[in-house]
């Protein structure tokens, strides 16, 4: 099954760093854009990103950059978010996604992980 | 980069039609051809419903719809139905090279 397998639900404590990752299984990983998104409690979706296919250039939105780091690693069809000092406002949840080139047919999500940061 | 506007709410009965805009500008909905929808039922991922301004992915209703015109993008659901009850996205490519979301629509079926 064509699917995005994200790693499972983290609790931090701030200032701790973090790395989640994104899965592609049963398809070409290196022919889709991976998208980070994030979700805080009780509100809206939020691009935190995009990665292209090969890696070969990596996008952030202004809110998020700087803050967060995205990557890939082909060989294992994986994508991640990384964190290097977690605050507790990083609380959500993070879905990954992909879409192929030169569309907006972001058809695919993973399940989400979440994210808990607390003192 | 301010989110796409988006009304916070609307509302509708069984069998009617709605219709949720979505404003921007001409850095991002105005100018490409890239705007998706997404539904969002409580502790779900999302799901795209509209891509590329009026396109569905296989397997959506043909109850839902895209249009564009001009810096605003509309999503019209007709024909409401108890289960269409759920959060609702636009999305957009920007001149950054990324992408934007609205703030969200809680549709209510009455």
């Known amino acids: 099954e064509v699917q995005l397998v994200q790693s499972g639900t983290e609790v931090k404590k701030p200032g701790e760093s973090l790395k989640i990752s994104c899965e592609g299984s049963?398809?070409?990983?290196?022919?889709?854009?991976i998208g980070w998104v994030r979700q805080m409690p009780g509100k809206g979706l939020e691009w935190m990103g995009i990665?292209?296919?090969?890696?070969?250039?990596?996008r952030y939105s202004p809110s998020f950059q700087g803050q967060v780091t995205i990557s890939a690693d082909e060989s294992i069809s994986t994508a991640y978010l990384q964190w290097d000092s977690l605050k507790a406002s990083d609380t959500a949840m993070y879905y990954c996604?992909?879409?192929?080139?030169?569309?907006?047919?972001?058809?695919?999500w993973g399940q989400g992980t979440l994210v808990t940061v607390s003192s | 980069q301010s989110a796409l506007t988006q009304p916070a709410s609307v509302s509708g009965s069984p069998g009617q039609p709605i219709t949720i805009s979505c404003t921007g500008t001409s850095r991002d909905v105005g100018g490409y051809n890239y705007v998706s929808w997404y539904q969002q039922h409580p502790g779900k991922a999302p799901k795209l419903i509209i891509y590329d301004v009026s396109n569905r992915p296989s397997g959506v209703s043909n109850r839902f719809s895209g249009s564009k015109s001009g810096n605003t993008a509309s999503l019209t659901i007709s024909g409401l139905q108890a289960e269409d009850e759920a959060d609702y996205y636009c999305?957009?490519?920007?001149?950054?090279?990324?992408?934007?979301f609205g703030g969200g629509t809680k549709l209510t079926v009455l």
């Open positions: 990665i292209s296919p090969g890696s070969s250039d990596i």
């Open positions: 049963e398809y070409s990983f290196t022919s889709y854009f």
């Open positions: 996604a992909r879409r192929p080139t030169a569309s907006s047919r972001w058809a695919l």
């Open positions: 999305s957009s490519y920007t001149t950054t090279s990324t992408s934007l």
